[in-house]
């Protein structure tokens, strides 16, 4: 069965430490691998596509990877504002987009 | 580029009354759409599949009676919501399916008295 896990469910951090979120996924023939970052009260905002192992993306403090079985989203020196919920998904070959549970992301100053 | 907007933000209606919730995609065309509910604090559940031309496909458990989808053009999907109750009262989010990758709307907060 297809699945998207995300840990940890939650991460509290002080500014400017740096950490990772991990996405395991099980998916048959995989589309591609998304993260959104959710603000509350607010749809998903969409940040990256993955679309096969070794392949590395880049915006701003976020960095994502890919494997053939997961991937991370590497925060560095965050700030406050980058407190939010983080979102993978994993598209199968079907054309389904199977969401992970969140991970919810606390910055403090 | 690939933005996706929802009307209304936030609607506030009596038990027994119909709400209309639109989706628009303003700078691409998307033949498929999703609608999503989501609880506080919880993750996204996907209610339904809505493809241009077609009639949407409901997940398990989602009364397609309840919940009607029209997806009339290529820029468009509505959800209505056909005789809301107080457990209906939710966070409804639509997304528009550009190549692989799908664009969320804003999210419309739904509360039924």
């Known amino acids: 069965e297809d699945q998207v896990t995300q840990s940890p469910e939650a991460l509290r951090l002080q500014e400017g430490e740096s950490s990772s979120l991990n996405c395991s996924y099980t998916?048959?023939?995989?589309?591609?691998l998304f993260w959104y970052r959710q603000d509350p009260g607010k749809g998903p905002e969409f940040l990256f596509t993955l679309y096969s192992a070794g392949e590395e993306k880049e915006k701003e403090r976020l960095k994502a990877t890919l494997t053939k079985k997961e991937s991370f989203l590497h925060i560095t020196a965050p700030k406050p504002e980058d407190s939010a919920t983080y979102l993978c998904?994993?598209?199968?070959?079907?054309?389904?987009?199977?969401f992970g549970a969140g991970t919810r992301l606390f910055v403090k100053a | 580029g690939a933005v996706v907007s929802q009307h209304p933000s936030r609607v506030i209606c009596k038990s027994g009354t119909s709400v209309k919730i639109e989706c628009r995609s303003l700078d691409f065309q998307a033949t498929t759409m999703f609608w999503y509910r989501q609880f506080p604090k919880q993750s996204l559940m996907l209610m339904a599949t809505?493809?241009?031309?077609?009639?949407?496909?409901?997940e398990q458990g989602v009364e397609k009676d309840k919940f009607l989808i029209n997806h009339a053009s290529l820029t468009l999907s509505t959800l209505t919501v056909t005789s809301a109750h107080p457990e209906d009262s939710s966070f409804y989010i639509c997304?528009?399916?550009?190549?692989?990758?799908?664009?969320f709307g804003p999210g419309t907060r739904l509360t039924v008295l």
């Open positions: 809505s493809n241009e031309g077609s009639k949407a496909t409901y």
């Open positions: 998904a994993a598209g199968d070959g079907g054309f389904k987009t199977i």
């Open positions: 997304s528009a399916q550009d190549s692989d990758t799908q664009y």
């Open positions: 998916v048959s023939g995989l589309r591609g």
